[in-house]
């Protein structure tokens, strides 16, 4: 009985840290796990229905979708700049309401050159989304709590996802192209809800379009499409280093799977578990994890150690090859765990130096550039995974161990060279 209490309180802590504090955080929760569980259906069904629905061949599947990915990449800052003046709420409803009528044109498509179309305008939406709800988080819960909000709506995306992948998943046993139809226009749905949602939450006074005096610079020649952002070398350094330490997406999503498969001889079953155990660590441990990292100061030593945990979770993956089932499945779960200490350390990281590295006035500009950085990883990761661990196997992990160190130890410098640079140029506070 008493260890039953014990796990009981455990639980309702757990619960009480996680779950984002009633008000507009918690509207920001809710508008996470409806957004992560339209995600979750689209993301796990959307090759089948490409390809064997619409019928586009898979390989030009890829071409347009990598085309879409540049297309949002070039879109993002010009969007992040529109929030700063308009405000992230109205722009993230117009986001929603845009991207319903992108994902139900997916079911009028009957063509590759509707496909393209279709597909680089949902980028632009997708890709600038983060950004734009970075922004509105900062609006809405104040310096102080928006890493813990953004840790909490981290959780709640794995939690949605989960149960989206899980539906995808039914859609994709029933065979039929009707489930399949009903899995896009599903999200469509989800997007007009979320609008909803959005409607309901209250600006506090000044977080609406951003005030002129906050950030005069703001209204230099160029509109929307001139960044001071982007000329900020030393914040796009930073936001590069924590984009390509994001590289453990596409190492967990592609590199550590084709090396289960052809490298190990582990079951195939070990990639499904390995990032069920991924996602469930994350949702479990993420607010705790990011804790240390509310300052600049912080966030850039954990990033440290986000570099050495990804680096060192590579060297035992280079480990886990040819030596039986039983050692080889045991050797990639070690690997597994210190891999996703990295990826919690990285996460609370790249908040606290995106908020905390940004001018007053400017989170959406500066989140949107922020975002840039992890379109390395989108772009390169697959390539750069299937050409070291496949292609090269223990020599590739060794490199990429020695990247991820190397990233790791560049993260306080630069860190601290843009804080120092910031002090001699931005006035005193009156």
Known sequence: MAEARRYGAVLRAW????LPAAGNARRLGVLTLIQSLGLGVFLTSSAVFFTRTIGIPAQRVGLALSVAGLCGLLCTVPIGRLADRLGAGRVLTANFLLAAVGFTAYCLVDGFAAFLAVACAIAVLETSAGALQASLTDALVGEAERVRVSAQMRSLFNLGFLGGAALAGAAIAAGTSTALYATVLANAALQLVSVAVLLGMRLPAGAGPRATA????????????????????????????????ELYHPLLTVGLPLWIVTGTDAPALLVSGLLILDTVLVLLFQVTVSKGARTPAGAARMLRWAGWALGASCLVFAVSGGHGALLDSAALLGGALVLVLGELYQASASWGLSFGLAPAGRQGEYQAVFSLGRGFQQFAGPWLMTSLVVGAAGTGWLVLAALFALLG????PLVRGLEKARARTEPAPA
């Open 409 to 412: 130890l560049a993260a306080p």
């Open 15 to 18: 619960f009480r840290e996680t």
């Open 214 to 245: 906050a950030a005069p610079a703001a209204e230099a020649p160029g509109g929307v499409l001139r960044s001071a952002a982007l000329r900020d070398v030393r914040y796009v350094a930073v936001a590069l280093v924590c984009g390509a330490l």
